[in-house]
């Protein structure tokens, strides 16, 4: 009886794996052992930091709508009680987005935030 070996699927997966890890250096683009760990390697933190990146973003939106409403007499914390208050329902993104391009519009919801607290 002839062996099986089903060598087609198995170069594929090596020329896959080698094109994945092309511009990595030393061993790691040329030969597939290690190839195939650091293209794993790779993959597990990208999946990992495309959440993560969810939690930057978020981070650097409040930094941007507390730097921006201090000015104005008060603190990023009262701000979002205020809107809660006030509900007004704008999420940080287009907030931050406010504070940066049109700083009237950001002035006036801080002004209704404000109003809701007192």
Not at 4 to 30: D, H, I
Not at 45 to 65: E, N
Not at 93 to 116: G, Q, R
Request: charged content about 30%; proline content about 2%.
């Amino acid at each position: 009886m002839s062996r099986v070996t089903n060598s087609p699927a198995t170069r594929a997966r090596r020329k896959r794996v080698l094109k994945q890890a092309k511009g990595y250096f030393g061993l790691k683009s040329r030969a597939y052992t290690h190839a195939n760990d650091a293209v794993n390697r790779a993959q597990k933190y990208a999946y990992v930091h495309r959440r993560l990146k969810k939690h930057d973003f978020r981070q650097l939106w409040i930094v941007r709508i507390n730097a921006a409403c201090r000015p104005l007499g008060i603190t990023y914390s009262r701000l979002v009680a205020g809107l809660k208050k006030a509900e007004i329902v704008i999420d940080r993104k287009n907030l931050s987005e406010l504070a940066i391009n049109d700083a009237a519009a950001f002035a006036a919801i801080v002004e209704k935030a404000k109003a809701a607290l007192a």
